[in-house]
């Protein structure tokens, strides 16, 4: 789990150009959106793309990304338990 | 009827960026595709702020924001852009996306960038200026048609402030396609990625760098017509040929092209000089924005550089007081504009 969530926090920072941002950076179990990492509504577009290009899942419900994308270890855990590749 | 002038004018381009000392040091390019030069952007934007942003972009709002900081305007009354491309490596980005992996995997800010107007309206988002927008595009016309937009809307008296800019960014990819129609690469040329900016207002205050004194776009012209079009220029103006210091051409070394500056010259202006730019800032789509930029300030500073001479005349050794400005493509679409010193 521990390798995932690194290699999901690099693709994030990849995918969403954080250039000041480093993967240390990033708490586990904190917002990734708001208060946290600072994300918005195109960001969450851009996971939903990364979750299917990177890991063959694909978002019916974008309403679920609201709950998937809460925070690292919750979408890890996701991943995890849905990918396809 | 309003009086405009330009107040500001901002480039990056193959010279050094956001400065006029092309004007003392040009920065000399060979072809066949030279990079432009940016400023470090990170002094005018925070990694939050351009972190979704494309180079053309980022260079789009930088000029601005320099050409405000300068000016300490905030809030232009328009903001009017010409691109003949708009924001190409984004574009490119989402059709690549497109054709390998479907429609269903393009990355969202690709999509949004990969329309002509984004500029303007980040421009007119980061400066919040909500009011007219525009954007032209038409191939090497698309700055003037902006500026034709502006002058209008001053004209009838609806802004007393516009950001006229001209943007686009040159991919190896397109390159090699505009190569092969034969629009680019010919020995001499320095194509290249451009953005230049000007702010017009209609108050002449202490600090404008010149008047914009009137232009004229034609399509197809016959010479009795461009003839025509000067003549009422000029007239408009108050002024005759002989008072022109200069002809600032978009001379760029594709000699097919370059001969209908000459015809156009030696016919309507003999014994006037002829000035370049494009081997100093590149040839492009946009890069027509960089004749009133360069005509605005010699007019400001009272000098012709020699690096922008180009046939056997020179102009005297006065201070310039006006210079027309001719754009054209392959004698089909002809821009005149006419540029004078403030106070008149």
Redesign the interface.
């Known amino acids: 789990m521990n390798e995932l969530v690194s290699e999901l926090k690099n693709a994030i920072i990849e995918a969403l150009n954080l250039e000041d941002v480093k993967p240390e950076d990033i708490d586990n179990d904190a917002p990734l959106f708001g208060d946290g990492l600072g994300l918005d509504s195109i960001d969450a577009l851009e996971l939903i793309v990364l979750m299917e290009k990177r890991y063959g899942i694909k978002l019916q419900d974008p309403a679920a990304g609201r709950e998937i994308f809460r925070s690292i270890n919750v979408m890890a855990d996701y991943i995890a338990a849905h990918r396809t590749k | 009827m309003n009086r405009i002038y330009i107040r500001a004018a901002e480039q990056i381009s193959l010279q050094q960026p956001l400065s006029e000392a092309w004007m003392e040091e040009p920065v000399r390019v060979e072809g066949p595709w030279a990079r432009a030069t940016d400023p470090d952007f990170r002094r005018w934007l925070t ?2 702020e ?3 942003l494309g180079t053309i972009l980022k260079r789009a709002l930088v000029t601005t924001l320099s050409l405000l900081r300068k000016t300490g305007l905030e809030h232009p009354d328009a903001v009017c852009v010409g691109t003949g491309l708009g924001c190409m490596v984004n574009t490119e980005r989402l059709l690549e996306t497109l054709c390998n ?1 479907g429609e ?6 690709h999509f ?1 960038q990969s329309t002509h107007n984004t500029i303007a309206s980040l421009l007119a988002i980061h400066t919040k200026s909500h009011g007219y927008n525009i954007t032209y595009s038409h191939k090497d016309l698309s700055f003037d048609l902006a500026l034709l937009d502006a002058w209008m809307q001053f004209r009838q008296g609806r802004i007393h402030t516009a950001l006229v800019g001209g943007y686009d960014e040159l991919t190896p990819s397109y390159f090699t396609l505009l190569k092969r129609i034969g629009y680019l690469g010919v020995e001499g040329e320095v194509p290249g990625s451009e953005a230049a900016v000007t702010l017009l207002l209609t108050d002449e205050g202490t600090d404008a760098l010149c008047e914009l004194a009137g232009l004229r776009i034609l399509y197809r012209p016959t010479e009795k017509e461009l003839q025509t079009a000067l003549a009422s220029l000029l007239d408009e103006a108050g002024i005759v040929r002989g008072d022109l210091s200069a002809v600032v051409t978009g001379v760029n070394g594709n000699g097919a092209n370059d001969l209908f500056y000459e015809a156009f010259t030696s016919r309507e202006l003999p014994g006037i000089p002829m000035l370049r730019y494009k081997h100093l800032f590149g040839t492009g789509y946009s890069a027509p924005a960089y004749g009133p930029y360069v005509a605005a300030h010699c007019l400001s500073r009272g000098i012709i550089p020699s690096s922008l001479l180009y046939g056997t005349m020179s102009p005297d050794n006065e201070a310039p007081r006006a210079l027309l400005v001719v754009n054209q493509r392959d004698g089909k679409q002809y821009s005149l504009q006419l540029l004078r010193v403030c106070g008149n």
């Open positions: 990694p939050g351009s972190r979704r992996e269903t995997m393009f990355s969202p800010t949004m």
